[in-house]
């Protein structure tokens, strides 16, 4: 298939989608443009899977899901995202929107109990022997092969002693000498020589020039240095990636070899995945998509369902208002148990320390809660509130990067935001802000230096002096690249957390209905119990577990009281240690008149012994003495009369 044809597959997708044409022309113009950028990227050709896997995500995932295409106005409309982007904020055609070299890596999160159905699409499309899993390696890093090279050796000399002795000891001999090496934070393991250099440890001999306490071990078992060099960096380990899944137009073992692997979608037997990294499979010209599975789209999906049957209300949960105040005040409370990304107790208080009055917020709050741009919270807090002046680092910098970071008052929130800042200030091309961010990733310090040479010479072209320049990308962009999260994921996320946040806020007894649900049929048992005790702070009456009245799923009663409304959950049969072939036994053989009448009626090779104290655990049996033991003796008891054919007796007169 041609460019062009798919070019025009994609376009006729777009003008006939109605989110395209509520927009106006400028927007419609941004999103055709870029469907002709995507129609330049090397690989397109060779398939059109990008025009197909938007068919398996409107099929399959019913619109409820979220991709990482959110910078894109030809993903909104194609109802690939749920969030237009602004024009002003989010790279422009004309400065290629795909930043990165090659096809662009879109992640799908579905529906964790359809995830299986995407795969199983997949493989009905393109064939079994065109789609497969994606093998990945592990090499040996510094710290392991030292492990490895320890033991190998016996340098405690301990073999003699036995192989508890043998394993104990080299295992504390590799800890004392692991904890000489300098505390590592950050992406980099740095220490400074003695002339105040720094220094980035990247293998063995580094930690050995630099690292005096280290060396001194070293310097003890030399044989250490000797051999560890020799597998430095080799594969250790064979895995496949949790989400990959490569598609080809030819069977996949002409172009790469595969593995059998156990990893199946529905755990019947084997399934295959290549022997070729990702990497490797995108230069032969194959394209990956990520097809994650995520339990929050479950609960969102079923609490759409109980909406509709409680209320009869069609909740278009892809177009929600993005100012609901009963949402906001939520996120300020800070009891966010249940939504998605903020339960954290961290990130629950920086949603009340924001403030949270807006969606900007939220998406912000996500990028910004993990390891380095957490450091910015309470300044992002200080500077919104207006308790802090906005500043942009120095003044011959501010007049380059104000508009890309007055929106985020100042501050480095998003990866993109530093592809701009060494487009604007520096010259940099946006595709290579988005190495700079790769190189931070990968530690390669060699590309890093490159870049910052080009990025101060940059600099000193738009008359910023050469030490201002060099502190900015040291101190304020490098801490940030190290651990910065992108606007893609920030809103789609963001706006996965708002509409759990929504849900929470105005349909409360129905979202945690449907959590306990989707929770208990993944046996999260522990997770079961933090959603009980959330829905009791919110009023939400637990009612006492029953053999005669629990089901399979929790269900919930509402009672009205003058113009108040009150709920009732009933726990499910559902328990930790308890079968759901149990479960549903019980629950066909209801109602009991006592213990010895359900042991009666159940089938005791399906509720056994292990059934009975996982429900005795959980608190179904209160006054029955002893369960287990009593169950055995009254279980012994009916197979006795039944073996004499007295099945039409009173079995306990």
Avoid at 295 to 311: C, Y
Avoid at 405 to 427: D, F
């Amino acid at each position: 298939m041609s460019d062009a044809s798919i070019k025009d597959i994609l376009t006729n997708k777009l003008r006939a989608s109605s989110r395209f044409i509520s927009l106006d022309a400028s927007f419609q113009s941004r999103a055709l443009v870029e469907l002709d950028e995507m129609s330049k990227i090397d690989g397109l050709s060779k398939d059109y899977l990008l025009e197909e896997f938007y068919q398996i995500y409107l099929k399959l995932n019913g619109k409820n899901g979220e991709k990482n295409a959110i910078n894109s106005v030809a993903a909104y409309c194609l109802e690939m995202s749920g969030v237009l982007p602004e024009l002003s904020s989010d790279f422009m055609p004309s400065r290629r929107i795909f930043a990165r070299a090659g096809f662009p890596d879109i992640d799908a999160d579905f529906d964790y109990e359809k995830r299986h159905e995407v795969y199983e699409y997949l493989i009905k499309k393109y064939g079994r022997e065109n789609v497969g899993n994606i093998g990945t390696y592990g090499t040996l890093k510094m710290k392991s092969y030292v492990t490895r090279v320890v033991k190998a050796l016996d340098l405690s000399n301990s073999f003699h002693l036995g192989k508890e002795s043998y394993i104990k000891n080299n295992n504390l001999l590799v800890r004392e000498i692991i904890d000489s090496l300098p505390e590592q934070k950050g992406a980099f393991l740095k220490v400074k020589d003695e002339d105040g250099e720094e220094h980035v440890i990247k293998n063995l001999t580094d930690a050995v020039s630099y690292c005096e306490n280290f060396s001194t071990y070293i310097s003890k078992y030399p044989d250490i240095l000797n051999h560890a060099k020799r597998i430095e960096g080799l594969s250790s380990s064979y895995g496949v990636h949790a989400a990959g899944v490569v598609i080809s137009g030819e069977p996949l073992g002409k172009i790469a070899p595969l593995r059998g692997t156990s990893k199946s979608e529905d755990d019947s037997g084997v399934d295959f995945a290549t022997q070729f990294a990702y990497e490797d499979l995108e230069y032969l010209g194959l394209i990956k998509f990520d097809i994650l599975a995520l339990s929050t789209l479950s609960v969102i999906s079923e609490t759409l369902k109980n909406i509709k049957i409680r209320h009869d209300i069609d909740l278009d949960v892809e177009n929600l208002p993005l100012n609901d105040f009963k949402s906001f005040e939520l996120y300020r409370s800070g009891n966010l148990t249940g939504v998605f990304q903020c339960e954290e107790k961290g990130m629950q208080k920086t949603m009340m320390q924001m403030g949270v009055d807006r969606f900007e917020d939220i998406c912000a709050g996500i990028a910004l809660f993990r390891p380095g741009p957490m450091a910015s919270i309470p300044k992002y807090c200080s500077r919104k509130k207006g308790n802090e002046k906005i500043d942009y680092f120095h003044e011959t910098v501010k007049p380059y990067v104000k508009d890309i970071l007055n929106p985020t008052y100042g501050i480095l929130v998003y990866q993109e935001q530093v592809m701009q800042l060494c487009n604007s200030l520096a010259g940099l091309t946006v595709s290579e802000g988005y190495q700079v961010i790769k190189a931070v990733g990968k530690k390669k310090e060699d590309q890093l230096k490159k870049f910052k040479d080009r990025f101060v010479g940059g600099c000193i072209k738009n008359n910023v002096a050469k030490e201002i320049a060099s502190k900015y990308w040291d101190d304020f962009i490098m801490p940030f690249a190290a651990y910065g999260f992108n606007k893609s994921h920030s809103y789609c996320y963001g706006l996965l957390s708002y509409q759990t946040a929504y849900l929470k806020a105005n349909f409360p007894a129905e979202f945690m209905l449907s959590y306990l649900n989707i929770e208990t049929r993944q046996k999260k048992w522990e997770r079961v119990d933090v959603l009980l005790a959330e829905a009791k702070r919110m009023n939400i009456r637990i009612n006492p577990k029953n053999l005669n009245v629990s089901k399979m799923s929790y269900s919930l009663k509402e009672e009205r009281v003058g113009s108040n409304f009150y709920y009732d959950i009933t726990p499910s049969i559902l328990c930790k240690g308890l079968k759901f072939a149990a479960g549903e036994e019980i629950e066909s053989k209801q109602p009991f008149k006592n213990f010895e009448d359900f042991v009666s009626k159940v089938d005791t090779s399906i509720v056994d012994t292990e059934a009975i104290q996982a429900l005795s655990d959980a608190g179904f049996f209160p006054k029955t003495k002893d369960p287990v033991d009593k169950f055995i003796k009254l279980r012994d008891h009916v197979k006795n009369v039944r073996k004499k054919g007295m099945s039409g007796v009173d079995l306990f007169r």
